[in-house]
């Protein structure tokens, strides 16, 4: 390696003695220099600056004149040696580096033992994977949801609860196909919820496919940011299911609103909140945080905050009513877990409880849930109901999207959830409109 670093002796620097040092030049660059003593001093006049040693004619009082050559050069290659280890330790000041640690005696193998990794010019990367997955939550956090973060929460937990049932240490080299089958296993068969009152094992095919969605994207954010070396992520495939959920028809959602509270005032608030989820379509992340600035003229405009899309939705007398009459233009605060829990005391309340059967996959195998529909309800059944509805109203698509916030027809379509009853009325309603229905009709 060819290394601006040269021996000098220099004829305008004369000591008392009549002696001028030997040093060794390392120019960082044409203005950062330094200068490193030898400890070798000799008369100006015995240096040759064209072959940069010293001359014969050096008297012997100094020494032997080959024997200071070859020392000079071992102190050059040593110098050498410093710099190309700062390089390599991409220490962020080579040229300090090397003044504060050069002396004639320095044995280079010191500088390996000795090194203090808060000299390196970029900090020192934590290859746990559950360090690298908190730093990318932290940065996430800056620009979604408490809803997203908690979602990237549950995929670190999952990962770390597979890490203790396999009892070996999950390193990014885990992540192959191999590691990929025996995850998706373990979440299916093996891992307990949290937060339940009686021990579930394993998650829907729904959930498995958001936490392996989480961990690809983590991944491929580490990739991106050449942290970790790339990894073939393309058999870590995402399993989906059609998601069991149910939906409220304008006339049940017209009882819950109506339904007499009076022994219950402290669900008064939630049931109104819930009304106006149903009459609005957005997301709860996005109705439990209006404010009175986003109400103009009967119609509210929200940003989203998942999407970063604004909407535009006018609001329906009941709608209205609740914003201006019963919150006062200020929405009440509630958590959505607590939100979700008291809805469906207040769909019971509401007399909503006709058996509904869900199944979902569990290998090959479906596991058939029954219960109430009250008990069904969450706070996205607002969307779901919002879009059901005026779908089934003949709403054009693409103008409920405008207010749903959906971007794809996909996306928006498994928010509608009709019955086979449903769709054939639907059906037989277009038909009429066409005259398709009259036994005069050509085929």
Not at 322 to 334: A, D, E, G, L, T
Request: aromatic share 12%; with cysteine.
């Amino acid at each position: 390696m060819l290394l601006p670093i040269r021996p000098i002796c220099n004829p305008k620097k004369i000591r008392r003695d009549g002696t001028s040092l030997i040093q060794i030049q390392y120019c960082y660059s044409a203005e950062k220099k330094t200068l490193l003593n030898t400890g070798i001093a000799i008369p100006p006049g015995c240096w040759n600056r064209k072959k940069l040693r010293v001359n014969a004619n050096l008297p012997q009082a100094f020494g032997i004149v080959q024997e200071i050559n070859i020392e000079i050069q071992r102190q050059q290659r040593l110098v050498e040696d410093i710099v190309t280890f700062a390089i390599q330790k991409e220490v962020k000041d080579p040229l300090k580096f090397v003044k504060t640690k050069y002396k004639p005696t320095l044995k280079i193998s010191a500088l390996d033992e000795n090194f203090d990794e808060k000299e390196r010019d970029v900090p020192v990367v934590n290859f746990d994977v559950f360090y690298q997955i908190n730093d990318y939550i932290n940065f996430k956090a800056k620009s979604v949801t408490p809803n997203m973060v908690n979602v990237y929460n549950n995929m670190r937990d999952t990962l770390k609860a597979f890490e203790v049932f396999r009892q070996r240490k999950i390193t990014f080299e885990s992540f192959d196909f191999a590691f990929y089958e025996e995850f998706v296993d373990y979440m299916m068969y093996d891992h307990v919820q949290r937060r339940r009152r009686m021990i579930i094992k394993g998650f829907k095919i729904s959930t498995i496919g958001k936490t392996i969605k989480h961990l690809r994207v983590f991944l491929a954010n580490r990739i991106r940011r050449k942290i970790i070396a790339p990894i073939n992520l393309e058999d870590f495939k995402i399993m989906d299911e059609e998601a069991d959920a149910v939906y409220l028809t304008e006339e049940e959602i017209f009882r819950i609103y109506k339904t007499n509270l009076a022994a219950h005032p402290q669900l008064e608030e939630c049931r109104d909140l819930f009304v106006f989820g149903c009459l609005t379509g957005l997301r709860f992340s996005d109705f439990t945080t209006l404010e009175k600035e986003d109400f103009r003229n009967g119609m509210l405009y929200k940003k989203q905050r998942k999407s970063d899309h604004w909407v535009v939705i006018p609001l329906r007398d009941i709608a209205d009513e609740i914003f201006q009459n019963r919150f006062k233009k200020v929405i009440p605060k509630f958590e959505n877990a607590a939100f979700n829990k008291l809805i469906k005391e207040i769909v019971r309340f509401a007399g909503i409880i006709q058996t509904i059967k869900f199944s979902h996959k569990k290998g090959n195998k479906d596991v058939i849930q029954v219960r109430p529909k009250c008990d069904w309800v969450t706070s996205h059944t607002c969307r779901r109901s919002f879009c059901t509805n005026e779908f089934l109203a003949g709403t054009p698509v693409d103008l409920i999207m405008k207010i749903s916030g959906h971007r794809s027809l996909r996306d928006f379509y498994k928010y509608i959830r009709i019955t086979p009853e449903e769709a054939g009325q639907k059906i037989k309603e277009i038909w009429t409109q066409r005259g398709m229905l009259t036994h005069n009709t050509r085929i």
